[in-house]
């Protein structure tokens, strides 16, 4: 029975999860980007964008059947409730948990959250948590902080270091983190966080994609035209992009699990306990007052016995 490794994906709204997620499965399917090309590209995740070609003629690209999981509106999650999707490779399969982007808004992002853990209650360890990053996100100090500090709420603190940061559209920054990586290292240092403080620990815990591939495979699957250049450019992200994924699944491989279920159902238990323990010190305080006037009646109720016990003296003395 193959060993089963189960990852959670996260990241900002439009980062591109969606078609990360699509190409992996992909790369995990063909073995060269000629391959792909000639064949139909395999579809986790319904996918749709407008292409624009070099005449100036827009188009829209579709790929796989409509999913109502999947909203396809502009500056908003696509993704409406985690979901899992399997990966088989030879001697291991990697769950791959799709979740709602992050940094809708506040209310959002909270009752996400809360679906995540539901999600995640389902499988007994979680093995990696792979974050998606642009590679020139400005506004990373936000959602990376509230992603950070509800992962630390309801998970050990141990499993924070089996996350890895998973840069996207790295074609344009020579395949590296670019300017994200400052932001990001100040960051975790502010959070305590040591996961790239070493040269050993900062190419274990990151990895470079372009997924542009993908978008050519969408594009031939459309019939539309993709020039024999674009094919030699998109082929090259192709093979750095597998390269990476297949860098990342080693890692991962290699990672300790992370009893996830009872973690999430202790601490789910202590919120629980927070949550009660005001009701709880209200009963009380009322209850010690009901109490306190139970005493006091029944004080007033002995004063009134001795009253008229003392009157009934009184009367048997006259007669």
């Known amino acids: 029975m193959k060993k089963e490794y189960t990852v959670l994906i996260l990241g900002e709204t439009g980062v591109g999860k969606t078609t990360w997620i699509n190409s992996i499965r992909n790369y995990v399917e063909y073995e060269t980007f000629q391959e792909a090309i000639s064949k139909e590209p395999k579809i986790l995740i319904p996918a749709r964008f407008n292409h624009t070609s070099r005449t100036g003629v827009t188009r829209e690209v579709r790929l796989g059947e409509p999913d109502p999981n999947e909203r396809q509106e502009t500056g908003k999650s696509g993704t409406k409730g985690p979901r899992s999707y399997i990966l088989e490779r030879k001697d291991y399969i990697i769950n791959l948990i799709d ?13 996400n959250m809360k679906a995540i ?9 979680l093995h990696a948590i792979c974050i998606l990053l642009k590679p020139d996100d400005c506004r990373l100090t936000t959602w990376f902080k509230y992603c950070i500090k509800e992962l630390l709420h309801h998970l050990h603190k141990d499993a924070i270091r089996n996350i ?3 840069f996207t559209r ?14 990001l290292t100040q ?7 040591d996961l790239l403080k070493t040269t050993d620990s900062f190419q274990r815990n990151t990895f470079y994609f372009d997924n542009e591939a993908f978008i050519c495979l969408a594009l031939k699957n459309n019939d539309i035209e993709v ?36 973690t999430i159902s202790l601490n789910r238990a202590r919120d629980v306990v927070v949550k009660i323990s005001k009701p709880l010190a209200l009963i009380t305080k009322t209850m010690g007052m009901t109490l306190d006037h139970l005493h006091s009646l029944k004080e007033k109720a002995q004063k009134l016995d001795l009253k008229k016990e003392k009157s009934t003296d009184c009367d048997s003395a006259l007669i």
Request: net charge negative; aromatic share 8%.
């Open 99 to 111: 979740s709602p982007g992050i940094g809708d808004t506040e209310l959002q992002d909270t009752a």
């Open 164 to 166: 890895k940061f998973c």
């Open 170 to 183: 790295t074609r344009a920054t020579n395949y590296g983190p670019g300017s994200t990586l400052p932001i």
């Open 227 to 262: 020039t024999k250049w674009e094919e030699k450019s998109f082929g090259i992200s192709w093979d750095r992009s597998v390269e990476e994924t297949n860098r990342l699944f080693e890692e991962i491989t290699k990672l300790s699990g992370h009893s996830t279920s009872r």
């Open 117 to 125: 853990l539901s999600h995640l209650i389902e499988y007994e360890e």
């Open 187 to 193: 960051l975790l240092e502010s959070l305590d966080m």
